[in-house]
Every structure is written in C-alpha cells, then in structure tokens.
C-alpha cells in the first residue's frame, strides 16, 4: 500500500471516530429510583423542623385522598390528590412544576398503616425519577389522626387546596 494511502485511510478512520465521539455515547436510561431508599420523617421531626424559626420550610404535599385532607391536614400543605392515581400525580407534577429542583418535598397521606398506604410510593418514585434531589416522606405508623392530631401538632381543616 502506498504511503498516501495510508494516510489517507488513517484520516478517514479518524474523522469517522471524532463524528462519533462528538455525538456521544447513547443516552442510558435512568435507572427506577427504590421505594426503600426514601428519605423519611418522623411526625415528631417535622413538627420540630415546622416550629423552628428562622428555618426554611419544606413544601409539603397532601397526596392521599381530599375528603381526609378536609377534615385535618398539616397547616401550609397543599392538595394534591391521591398519589395512587394518574390525575393525582399529574396535579403533584403541576404543583412543583416551578420549585427548583433542590426544594425540600415532604409528601404525607395518612389514610392508613405505612406499609399498606397506597398513596405515597409513586408521587415519591415520580419526583425523584424528575430530578428532585430533597423529596421525603412523613412516615405515619398508624394514620394521621393519631400519629399527628392526637400528639397535638399543628392542624388545618377545610378544602380550599392549600392549609
């Protein structure tokens, strides 16, 4: 082979490795953020971290069902909807839609025990899978009502969306 040749196959070869490099490599897919990994809270710690002054507040998300979200909710929180329902998630979506993505998320429901609610792991998986690096979840042993009204922390009532 002449020695222009050569070059010339070698440049070829070069150019057609630096298109591709520029182009990147394929994007991969983000991997499913685990359940078990979530942040948690206690009542008790957000009802410290709530009453401490001078701190930045969380955003706070009610994702469970609106009738309990009426009757009591953590004052400040905003409606959402139940987070085991597309429209549900769709409003948390829109809700944060303009918080940075460093924002403080608490998400609560508290229809029932922690292990069988049904409302918190896809608002959580959702919001983590969009990039949110701060999204906890207040872990309520038992509902709402005992974990949280009968300890005396504070309370909101009504339907207007926000506490």
Not at 131 to 157: E, Y
Request: a positive charge; aromatic letters at 8%; glycine letters at 10%.
């Amino acid at each position: 082979m002449r020695p222009t040749r050569v070059l010339a196959t070698v440049l070829a070869a070069s150019l057609l490795a630096t298109q591709a490099g520029a182009q990147g490599p394929a994007a991969t897919p983000k991997p499913t953020p685990s359940w078990e990994n979530a942040a948690t809270l206690t009542p008790e710690e957000l009802a410290r971290a709530l009453k401490s002054p001078g701190a930045g507040k969380p955003a706070l998300f009610h994702v469970g069902f609106r009738v309990l979200f009426a009757q009591a909710h953590i004052p400040g929180s905003q409606f959402a909807g139940p987070g085991r329902e597309a429209a549900g998630l769709d409003a948390l979506r829109k809700a944060v839609s303009k918080l940075p993505k460093t924002t403080e998320i608490v998400l609560y429901c508290g229809c029932c025990p922690w292990e069988r609610c049904p409302n918190l792991e896809k608002p959580w998986k959702m919001l983590v899978s969009d990039g949110f690096a701060n999204v906890k979840v207040l872990k309520i042993p038992t509902n709402f009502g005992r974990d949280w009204v009968d300890k005396g922390f504070p309370v909101g009532s009504g339907d207007s969306g926000r506490g």
